[in-house]
């Protein structure tokens, strides 16, 4: 059950960043609100509820990504415990502020944000991996 929860709290979550509606963000914060506390008592059951919670204790890397090429096809291989992936079409549907001050730069661009500060425009798969590595973005 537990880890039926877990893929509802991160998908909830991850839905109110996505579709930018709050409502989402209350259901997900609500399951975990009700269910913590087993499992913190019960860890070894619990282990993915757990790593769900990460989502709310510390807020995930974003990754928005512009245009096609070889780093979209490279960056899903990087591990990232909790992030969320922004795929952006050529006509987004829709104004999203998560591409406010962004825009791509040749065929493909690629921002690595961590809390709230974003890297420099990404054009190079060796820069992202660089980045990702040493978890330095800039700052």
Same mark, same amino acid.
């Not at 995930?60 to 960056?75: C, N, R």
């Not at 190079?124 to 991996?129: R, V």
């Given at each position: 059950?537990?880890?039926?929860?877990?893929?509802?709290?991160?998908?909830?979550?991850?839905?109110?960043?996505?579709?930018?509606?709050?409502?989402?963000?209350?259901?997900?914060?609500?399951?975990?609100?009700?269910?913590?506390?087993?499992?913190?008592?019960? /860890?070894?059951?619990?282990?993915?509820?757990?790593?769900?919670? @990460?989502?709310? *204790?510390?807020? &995930?890397? !974003?990754?928005?990504? =512009?245009?096609?090429?070889?780093?979209?096809?490279?960056? /899903?291989?990087?591990?990232?415990?909790?992030?969320?992936?922004? @795929?952006?079409? *050529?006509?987004? &549907?829709? !104004?999203?502020?998560? =591409?406010?001050?962004?825009?791509?730069?040749?065929?493909?661009?690629?921002?690595?944000?961590?809390?709230?500060?974003?890297?420099?425009?990404i054009t190079?798969?060796?820069?992202?991996?660089e980045l990702?590595?040493?978890?330095?973005?800039?700052?």
């Open positions: 059950m537990a880890a039926a929860l877990s893929v509802m709290v991160r998908n909830f979550f991850k839905l109110s960043k996505y579709t930018e509606q709050h409502d989402y963000y209350n259901v997900a914060e609500d399951i975990l609100s009700h269910t913590i506390e087993t499992a913190i008592q019960y /860890p070894g059951s619990a282990s993915e509820l757990l790593m769900a919670s @990460r989502y709310f *204790s510390e807020y &995930p890397d !974003e990754i928005v990504y =512009l245009g096609e090429g070889a780093i979209g096809k490279e960056f /899903p291989k990087y591990y990232l415990p909790t992030r969320l992936v922004y @795929r952006v079409p *050529s006509f987004p &549907p829709k !104004e999203w502020e998560v =591409l406010e001050g962004r825009k791509l730069i040749g065929e493909e661009t690629l921002y690595l944000c961590r809390g709230q500060t974003c890297s420099l425009p190079e798969l060796n820069k992202l991996a990702i590595e040493t978890k330095n973005i800039g700052i």
